[in-house]
C-alpha cells in the first residue's frame, strides 16, 4: 500500500470539509435515502446512528424516519479515558445531546443505555471506505472495538462517493461492512 492512513484521512478529511453546505447537504440526502430504501432499514428495529462532525454525512434523515417508524435508536458515547463506546437510547432531539470527550454531541450519560448485542443496524461513520467492505475512522478504534459485540447487526457505512475507495490498509481486527451507502447507491459487499 502506497499510501498512509494518515494520507488518506487528511486527503478525505479536506475534501468533506471542502464540500459546500447545500451539496453537503444534497449528497448526504441522496446517501440516507439508500439506507431508508434498504430491506435491512425496514426490518431493523433498533438502530445505531452516529452524529455527523468534521463534513461527515448528515444523518437528520435516517433519526427523522426512525422517530416516524416507531424504531429504537441509539447513539455513541466515548467512554472518557477509555477506548469504549456505550450505546445511549435517543429520541431523535438535540436537548438530549452535549458534547462529549472529543467535542462530539453525544447522548447524555444518564440516558438508558443499550447492549451491542441488540442493535439489528448500525449506520458507520468513516473517513473512508473501500470496495471490499473495509472502513478507515480516525484512528482511535473506538468502532473497531465496539463492532464484534454487534455480530448479528447489518453494518452499513455512510459516506460520499468521493471517500470510496478501491483498497484501503487493513488490519486482522478491522470489522467488514456489509454496504456503504453514497449519493450513488447503496453498494452491498459479499
Known sequence: MDVSKQQIRRRMIAARQALYPDERARRSGTAQEAVLSAPEWHQAGVVLLYIPVRGEADTALLAAAG????????????EQGGRRLWLHRWDGTADQLAPGAFGIPEPLPDLPQAEP???????????????????LGYGGGYYDRAL???????????????QLVDLLP?????????AVATDEGLLRFH
Open 67 to 78: 422517530v416516524q417508524q416507531g424504531k429504537q435508536l441509539l447513539l455513541p458515547r466515548a
Open 117 to 135: 448485542a441488540a442493535v439489528d443496524l448500525v449506520v458507520v461513520p468513516g473517513v473512508a471506505f473501500d470496495r471490499r467492505g473495509y472502513r
Open 148 to 162: 464484534p459485540g454487534m455480530d448479528r447487526a447489518v453494518k452499513i457505512g455512510l459516506g460520499y462517493a468521493f
Open 170 to 178: 487493513a488490519e486482522p481486527h478491522d470489522v467488514r461492512l456489509h
